[in-house]
């Protein structure tokens, strides 16, 4: 199967919207020619670690791109053959911390929609933010939401070819 990422961003409502598609919302389309995939997922992924890096503290970062935390929602969306989108349907200021960051409780939903009609799954997911500025920016600290798509990962056996 070849695959296209469509990487239109829609103008976020709020940074912490833009950090959470860029993690999460993924446009997958059927290519009409056969594609290197491989190439496809590296591309991608160089993608989302630029827009990732804009609003993460180099912490975070690095994080996301040692644990390939970029791969993961695409890689569910190829394997589920959805697309995926998300929204914060709440974010409420949690406290101030010590270190002058902010702490955020949000609640989001992961709405996976099938590319062959069937009904959307839609995943309901809470997580934690902490926010601080750095250099007159905000970034984001720490972000914990559970992997909320973990369940749907259904990893390929290796190929052990001599």
Partial sequence: MAVQVLMQMRKPVSWQMHL???QYQIEIKEAGTEADIDQVLEDFINQRHQQI?????DKVYQD???????SFAYQIAVQEKANMHVAITEFSKIRDNED??????YK???RLEYWDGAPALIIPADGQMDVIRVDGALKVARD???WPIIHLWKPQPINKAN
């Fill in 144 to 146: 914990w939401d559970g």
């Fill in 20 to 22: 959470k598609k860029v």
């Fill in 108 to 110: 989001m939903e992961i």
């Fill in 53 to 57: 890096k804009e609003y993460a503290t």
């Fill in 100 to 105: 002058s960051s902010v702490t955020y409780h």
């Fill in 64 to 70: 996301y791109t040692n644990n390939r935390e970029a």
